[in-house]
Every structure is written in structure tokens, then in C-alpha cells.
């Protein structure tokens, strides 16, 4: 027993002799008085600080300008916002080529504190529908390894709530996006070549994607989620651009969409470059009045704006939908729209049972044979 308590006592000092006790740095916040310069002081001091350090923004509501924060640090560096911080109304006041707020380049992150990022987006005009427009992003996560997001609201940002590029092994646990189901292109999370990446017991009401997946993505974990209102929880869209790389295993489970105008959903255009789409999994779905359930596109083509005389040439395969219960908005519960060029391969589809109130539900097969385990309602023909 003295010998276990000598080593105990041995490690401690140890790690306080390399590692130290943790700093705290507090940010100097004044009511209407931009946050952004004194963040920047603390997140300086800290980064350079050899212990783990944390960052702390106290309750209150803060106006923030445009804000980028570097790694990498020398130590594990926690950010708690624990106030709301607003985005510049006006996004004629703020730099189109910057995000609203930046974190890049940093290792053993965690952010956190229950605070809310206001982007302020319901208070501006939008162009008119299928007009194209850049607007800042509410949070911009590039490359961070063994991180976490953890308790932050993010609230009507101008354009996507979070953009995920790069990076290893990121971790979003009870996250919550609100914006309102008409707000266009507010996707929650659009996340991208990155490996290792868990999304769970968060909330998602927006006006676009819930969860969107573009290239290069390896690896997500996807459980506990809440979906609606929103376009659903989307791979792609995919093909548009030369050289993408593969979207490489993505499983969604224990997961709810409500009212949303997609549920499941894989997305690629016509006419496309090629690209690579496997090992995407989705089970133990609940479906409340969702307008396509189950749905693979690869004729995606918003506005009018490409070819479908060309087909896609995104190859998807190993793809699973196992035990997807509720209802449908519209009569088509699962579509299954392979591409003629590059049919997709190893899809499964089992214990479906999607109804529709209006009458009764049927599914769109085609150019692919799935195989099919236990009842699938609506019963699938695939020519």
C-alpha cells in the first residue's frame, strides 16, 4: 500500500514538474464594446503558455467583429464562451473572404461554456432565390486534431453555421444549430477531408442541411442526433468539382428527422466528374413526416444548372438502410436514383417501414439491385 502511494505521488509531482498547473485567462468583456481585440490578447498569452490553459468569456451578450485564432499552441487550450457573442449585422461590414469566426491549426482543443455564436442572419435581405451570393460563415473549424466542441449554440448564421475542413479527430457533443427552415444555405455542419470525426446528442433546425458531407471525408460517427426543420442529413453534393477524393465510411444511427424536406440522403450531379462514394450506413432512423425518407440522387441538379443527358460518374457502394420507421411527407418514401453510368453497388435494404398519410407509399428503383432483408414497406421493384 505505501509503495502503491509513493508512485502515485512520484507521477504527481512528475506532471507538475513538466506540465504545471493549468492557467486561466480571463477576457476583458464590456458590454457593446467588441470582443474580438481582448480574445485575441488571451489567446495569444495562452497559446504561448507551456501548461494547459483555458479561456474564459464571461455571461453577458458581447458584439465581435471577425475574429481568426492560430495555433499551433504549446499545450491543451480549452475556450469557454460562456455569453452570446453578435456577429456585425450588416455583412457589408464585414471581410467576405474571412468566416466570422476562425480557429485553425491547433491540437487538444476543446471549446465550450454553453455560449451562443449570433450570426444575425435573420436580420438581413438575401438575394433572390438561386442567385449566388458569399456570406460569412458562423464558425470555421480548419484542421484541428484531438478536439471538441461541446455545449455551443450556434444561432442564424448568415450562411453555414460550421465549415470542417482537415483535420483528425473532432467531436461535436451536445452542439445546437437554430435558424429558421427558410434560411438558405445555412447548412449545420458541412464537414470535409477529415479523418475521425463524431457528431452526437446535438440539435439541428435550419434551412438547408442538418449534417452535409463533402470530399475527402474518412470516417464519421453520427448517433443521438435531432434533424428538422432542414434538407436532412446529406452526402454531397458530390462530382461537381475535378479531383475530389473519396468519402470514405460514414455511420448515422439513433437518429430523429422531423418535417425536413430530406432525410437520408446521398447526392450527386449529372454529367459529373468522377469520385468515390462507400461504406455509408444508417440505422435505427425515426422519420416524422418527411418528404424523401430514403434518398439516393445522382441526378442532383438545383436550378436547372447542369447536364442530365450525362450521367454521374461518382461510384457509390456499400451502402446500408436497416430499421427506417415513420412517415413520409410525400408518396415516394425511397428513391434509390443510381446513375446509368456507374450503378451502385452493395446496397442493403432492411426492415423499412415508411407510411404515408396521403395514400399509399411507394419507392423509385433504379440501376441498382439491392439486396433486400427483412420487410421492406413500401416494397421495393427495381428494374
Known sequence: MATITYCAFTFILFLLAHFGESATFNVAAKANVDVGPALLKAWKEACATKTASTIVIPKGTYPMTQVVLIGPCKAPLELQIMGTLKAPPNPKDMDIKKEWFTIRYIDHFTLTGGGTLDGQGNVIVYPAKGKSHKLPNNLSLNFLTNSVIRGITTLNSKQFHVNVLGGKNLTFDHFTVKAPGDSPNTDGIHIAKIVGAVIKDSVFATGDDCISIGDGLENLKITGVTCGPGHGISVGSLGRTPGETPVKGMFVSNTKFIGTDNGARIKTWPSSHPGVVTDIHFENIDMKNVKNPIVIDQEYCPNNECNK????????????????????????????????????????????????????????????????????????VCK
Not at 328 to 354: F, M
Request: some cysteine; glycine content about 12%; aromatic content about 2%.
Open 309 to 380: 443527358q450525362k450521367p454521374s460518374l461518382v461510384k457509390i457502394s456499400k451502402v446500408s438502410y436497416k430499421n427506417i420507421k415513420g412517415t413520409s411527407a410525400t408518396p415516394d418514401a425511397v428513391i434509390l436514383g443510381c446513375s446509368k453510368g456507374v450503378p451502385c453497388e452493395g446496397v442493403e435494404i432492411g426492415d423499412i417501414n415508411l407510411t404515408f398519410k396521403g395514400g399509399a407509399a411507394k419507392s423509385v428503383c433504379k440501376n441498382v439491385k439491392p439486396k433486400l432483408t427483412g420487410k421492406q414497406v413500401p416494397p421495393l
